[in-house]
């Protein structure tokens, strides 16, 4: 299955300012995916990056708080802007990993604190 | 939309077996996953099962899907300290996974 290099792996951030979060996979795959998981809370999709078009976010999420870029089949970026203390989770992507189980892969993810 | 709960908490005693059970509500999804969450670490895919299987053994892992009831269960057998961690089940649906809440598994010796 895929293997992906997420990172940064940590980060503390004043309110105000925008991270980056970088996703690279081994492999070129269609789509990567973009989560949340806010302190003890479960994962939620924030959106879907396909390579060559507009990522496509879920509800709740907009393209000018969570910005992504997605330049080739390998790579993708999320962006969190003007961030508040409420933007504080563990951001994750993923990829579709194919095989028999239809299963997907995750990156170790980004714990964001926002200060 | 799809919705997956879990209990939140499980305790058990090292060596016993650990149970941790998910009820869904659209029966829709093909495959059926349990990922793993260790502390500070992201997802690990752990085990699976395809929709018309209702059982899958994997060393000491065993799935019991019941898609009558839409439930599904994740036995550990011989529970150590290293499976603590949090279980989320998720199901597949239009290309996205649901998850739900994860159940957080306290092994103690």
């Known amino acids: 299955s895929a293997v992906i290099s997420q990172k940064p792996s940590r980060d503390i951030c004043q309110r105000g300012t925008s991270l980056t979060i970088q996703c690279q996979v081994d492999?070129?795959?269609?789509?990567m995916f973009w989560y949340r998981q806010q302190p003890g809370q479960s994962l939620t999709l924030i959106a879907t990056?396909?390579?060559?078009?507009?990522?496509?976010?879920e509800s709740g999420f907009v393209i000018d708080k969570f910005p992504i870029s997605r330049p080739n089949l390998t790579f993708s970026t999320l962006t969190v802007s003007n961030m508040s203390p409420e933007d504080s989770s563990i951001y994750l992507c993923?990829?579709?990993?194919?095989?028999?189980?239809?299963?997907?892969?995750f990156g170790s993810g980004t714990r964001l604190t926002v200060v | 939309g799809e919705d997956v709960e879990q209990s939140l908490f499980l305790s058990v005693r090292e060596g016993d077996s650990s149970v941790i059970n998910c009820t869904y509500t659209?029966?829709?999804?093909?495959?059926l996953y349990w990922y793993k969450q260790e502390p500070g670490a992201g997802l690990q895919l752990l085990t699976y099962?395809?929709?018309?299987?209702d059982m899958k053994q994997d060393q000491r892992l065993t799935v019991l899907l019941n898609k009558k009831d839409k439930h599904l269960s994740l036995r550990i057998a011989d529970t150590q300290t290293g499976d603590s961690a949090i279980y989320f089940c998720?199901?597949?649906?239009?290309?996205?996974?649901?998850f739900g809440q994860g159940t957080e598994l306290s092994v103690k010796p």
């Open positions: 659209d029966s829709s999804s093909t495959y």
């Open positions: 998720a199901l597949n649906q239009g290309g996205k996974l649901i």
């Open positions: 990056a396909n390579q060559g078009s507009e990522a496509t976010y």
């Open positions: 993923s990829v579709f990993s194919g095989g028999e189980e239809g299963g997907y892969t």
């Open positions: 099962i395809f929709s018309n299987m």
């Open positions: 492999s070129q795959v269609t789509m």
